[in-house]
């Protein structure tokens, strides 16, 4: 069935460094949502890409859309200790659409 | 209300026991989620409710789970004879409209712990 993955599973770093997790789909995503879960919280959604190839940014994040649509990255520049938490990618399920199918997440701890 | 209410926030149940887990979405989201997130992975789907069409029940594990949404608002999860497995945070969401056009808000979610 339609898988989404991501790694790396944890990231370790120094606060400063920065940091990349990606995103990979079995099947072509008509859009692709990315959410950041906090320690003992819920996941709250941070942006949605839409077209191939498609970036966007929010400050020191940023997001990227792959040129076939089956892929995703979120890059975050100088890592603060805020950043702390565990992120998610998630698309769509089906070709109407469908329920949002989650990747396993990255945990990201930042050392101060 | 101005975001989505979960509750309680915390249920401890011996197994074997039926619980109902309830979701108060944000007002005017047609779309209602229900998802579970076991300690330290990932969000599992169980059921879809969109306006007034049939859920989409795909994601629940077995027959002793099931959900229904009143009014096209507030909904119930009622997972029956409670097994250790069950144990973790239910978490449901809203949005606007049908998954994948607009980002979910999720609530708190409910802890439970099967004992």
């Known amino acids: 069935g339609q898988q989404v993955m991501q790694i790396p599973q944890y990231q370790h770093v120094q606060e400063g460094e920065d940091f990349t997790t990606y995103c990979n789909s079995s099947?072509?995503?008509?859009?692709i949502q990315w959410y950041k879960q906090r320690p003992g919280g819920h996941p709250v959604f941070l942006i949605q890409?839409?077209?191939?190839?498609e970036v966007k940014k929010q400050k020191r994040l940023t997001f990227q859309f792959g040129e076939a649509k089956k892929n995703s990255s979120l890059h975050i520049t100088a890592t603060q200790t805020t950043d702390v938490g565990t992120y998610f990618c998630a698309g769509p399920l089906g070709r109407q659409g469908g329920k949002l199918i989650f990747g396993q997440g990255t945990e990201l701890s930042v050392k101060p | 209300g101005a975001g989505v209410s979960q509750s309680p926030s915390n249920k401890v149940t011996e197994k074997g026991k039926d619980v109902e887990l309830r979701c108060d979405p944000i007002s005017g989201h047609t779309a209602l989620y229900w998802y579970r997130q076991s300690l330290g992975q990932g969000l599992e789907f169980l059921i879809y409710f969109q306006g007034n069409s049939a859920p989409d029940k795909s994601g629940l594990p077995s027959d002793r789970f099931s959900a229904e949404r009143t009014g096209g608002s507030v909904s119930t999860l009622t997972i029956q004879r409670t097994q250790q497995e069950d144990s973790a945070v239910y978490l449901c969401?809203?949005?606007?409209?049908?998954?994948?056009?607009?980002?979910?808000?999720f609530g708190s979610g409910t802890r439970l712990t099967v004992v």
């Open positions: 890409l839409v077209k191939s190839g």
């Open positions: 969401a809203s949005s606007p409209l049908g998954p994948g056009l607009y980002g979910y808000t």
């Open positions: 099947t072509t995503l008509s859009n």
